[in-house]
């Protein structure tokens, strides 16, 4: 068990480009969670998957993202037409209510994004 | 909506004293309550995880309360040490286990 994976760990671009996030969790856990964090603030929640299914997506979540979890294992997240706004830190975290009653949720190193 | 709120924003104390970082939140209709820590520009490590139905939970120097009916947690960290200078984060789990977090406290601590 190596723990959630994100890559990349930076990420700079351009406004207006495409980019796209990966996060793999830990391999027993079934619960994915994307979240944003802005500098000086607590994470905020933006989408959930249970396996393969997005379950739930937070207003934060325009339509220029979109989130995917392909044969419920690792997830993607993509933002298409970036703006300057969208620089944050992307977080990703996995947890799993078969294995631990605690449904403890375990983070990512996160995806740090700068749109210039 | 869940709104969570962490007093005080930052804290700067001498090596050795104990502290407490305070979490309130709005609505008491929530399945747990943790508190991470956060170094830097890394990601979120997990602290402490309080079940709904529990009162506190000790790990080491950390100490955990849960007042689910007052909406209120306190991380009690006892004997304080430089490496304990971080970010600290509350966060309450509602429907679908997601995390409502506070702002954060950051504390540093002094040799």
């Known amino acids: 068990d190596t723990g959630v994976s994100q890559n990349p760990r930076h990420k700079i671009t351009k406004r207006g480009q495409n980019v796209t996030f990966r996060c793999d969790p830990i391999?027993?856990?079934?619960?994915l969670y994307w979240y944003r964090q802005t500098l000086g603030q607590g994470p905020e929640f933006l989408t959930y998957f249970q396996n393969e299914a997005q379950l739930e997506k937070s207003r934060l979540l325009s339509d220029r993202f979109s989130a995917e979890r392909p044969k419920g294992s690792f997830s993607t997240l993509e933002i298409q037409r970036t703006e300057q706004g969208d620089s944050a830190m992307y977080l990703c975290a996995s947890s799993s209510k078969v294995t631990s009653s605690t449904d403890t949720q375990y983070f990512g190193p996160g995806t740090r994004l700068t749109v210039l | 909506k869940q709104e969570v709120t962490q007093i005080p924003a930052a804290l700067s104390v001498p090596e050795g004293e104990n502290l407490v970082l305070n979490c309130s939140f709005t609505d008491s209709a929530i399945y747990n309550l943790q508190w991470f820590r956060q170094d830097p520009g890394k990601g979120l490590t997990s602290l402490l995880l309080?079940?709904?139905?529990?009162r506190e939970q000790t790990s080491g120097r950390l100490n955990a309360s849960l007042d689910k009916s007052s909406g209120r947690s306190t991380l009690y960290i006892a004997a304080s040490q430089p490496g304990d200078s971080a970010t600290y984060l509350c966060a309450v789990s509602g429907a679908g286990n997601m995390l409502t977090f506070g702002g954060g406290t950051r504390l540093m601590v002094k040799p």
């Open positions: 309080i079940q709904s139905s529990q």
């Open positions: 391999s027993e856990h079934n619960r």
